[in-house]
């Protein structure tokens, strides 16, 4: 029975140093990830922009003066470099500098696996960094009278719910018909831009800038390569998890049956022998 229990044991540390060295890899990977991805998310937002600028809405940009176009393009510029900036902040290495400098000392590993779950992935934080940034860079252009009004917000909401998205010919680019917009942009969102979207006609279409992963990754192979070897590592962790969910079980039946038999033995009950099973030897059912 006691060579069971430290043997199960063993076997939990051995998972837990398995799963903390994963985790060391996966924010390696991760680092080198986002340091991958942040140049090249930042020169497709200036790619895209200026493909919308030149040929989707080629007459709105020529009808700014050269002043204005100047300042448009600086501040895609800055957008872009905003977005570079937000993307490595989300690197690993970074993140845990912040945390350190918050704790101001050390903290337990089991007091940080709590926060982690309360926070949003690293994944859903990128998602969001993107979602931010097309927001900006579309409201930016319909400022400049580039972009015809419409509720851009609702439109990127609609292609961040669809599901196998053809890519367009335009990476990042969404292009939607106004009616088709007004029929699923309906409610609150719509209501609040009726007066912008009556100023053009339902059969213009409407142009909206949407970086994506998928397409980032698509259009960069070791992009795609560096997030395959992310997955695989993140399938590999989720399997370890599970073993160690089912031997910490095995482990606390074990260590119930031990603690039952001290306990037991400690009452000298005349009759243990016959009114109560023998004891466990594995703890597993």
């Not at 060295?21 to 140049?39: I, K, V």
């Not at 795609?224 to 998890?241: D, F, G, M, T």
Request: hydrophobic share 40%.
């Amino acid at each position: 029975m006691s060579g069971s229990l430290e043997a199960v044991e063993r076997e939990i540390l051995g998972l837990q140093g398995m799963l903390l060295a994963g985790g060391a890899e996966m924010r390696q990977l991760y680092d080198l990830y986002l340091e991958m991805l942040a140049p090249i998310a930042r020169q497709q937002l200036i790619t895209v922009t200026y493909q919308v600028c030149t040929q989707v809405f080629p007459e709105q940009f020529l009808n700014l003066e050269g002043a204005e176009r100047q300042e448009l393009q600086h501040q895609i510029v800055e957008l872009a470099t905003a977005l570079e900036a937000a993307i490595l902040e989300l690197q690993p290495r970074r993140q845990k500098g912040l945390m350190q400098e918050a704790m101001n000392g050390e903290e337990p590993l089991e007091a940080n696996s709590g926060k982690e779950q309360e926070t949003p992935s690293l994944g859903e934080q990128l998602s969001h960094v993107l979602y931010q940034s097309s927001l900006k860079i579309n409201h930016l252009l319909q400022r400049a009278a580039i972009l015809p009004p419409a509720p851009i917000a609702v439109i990127l909401e609609i292609a961040s719910k669809a599901e196998n998205r053809p890519l367009g010919r335009i990476p990042h680019l969404l292009t939607v018909m106004l009616d088709e917009q007004k029929t699923k942009g309906e409610g609150e969102e719509e209501q609040n831009t009726a007066e912008s979207q009556g100023e053009w006609s339902g059969h213009q279409p409407m142009a909206a800038i949407y970086l994506q992963l998928e397409e980032l990754e698509f259009q960069h192979p070791p992009l795609a390569k560096q997030r395959s070897q992310i997955r695989q590592l993140e399938a590999r962790l989720a399997s370890l998890q599970q073993q160690l969910h089912k031997k910490q079980r095995q482990y606390l039946v074990l260590k119930a049956s031990r603690a039952w038999w001290q306990t037991w033995k400690a009452n000298e009950a005349p009759d243990a022998a016959t009114s109560v099973p023998e004891e466990a030897t594995d703890g597993e059912h």
